[in-house]
């Protein structure tokens, strides 16, 4: 267990605490790597997107 560098797919980085085995740790970093944004990206993906879903949902519901 220990601190690691996490590059998100987005391009940002953050340090965090991850525990259980090195290659459990190794896994995730390269998920997360590849699949996921950093919370303020998908912050901000979350804040740009809602219109149209909400729109979407609306219009579904309908
Ligand atoms: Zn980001």
Redo the contacts with the bound molecule.
Sequence with gaps: MGKCTLQ?Q???SATVWIFGKAEIRKSYLEWTCQNE??P??RREAIAAAPRESLTAAVATAK
């Design positions: 998100y987005c391009g940002h944004a950093c303020a990206c």
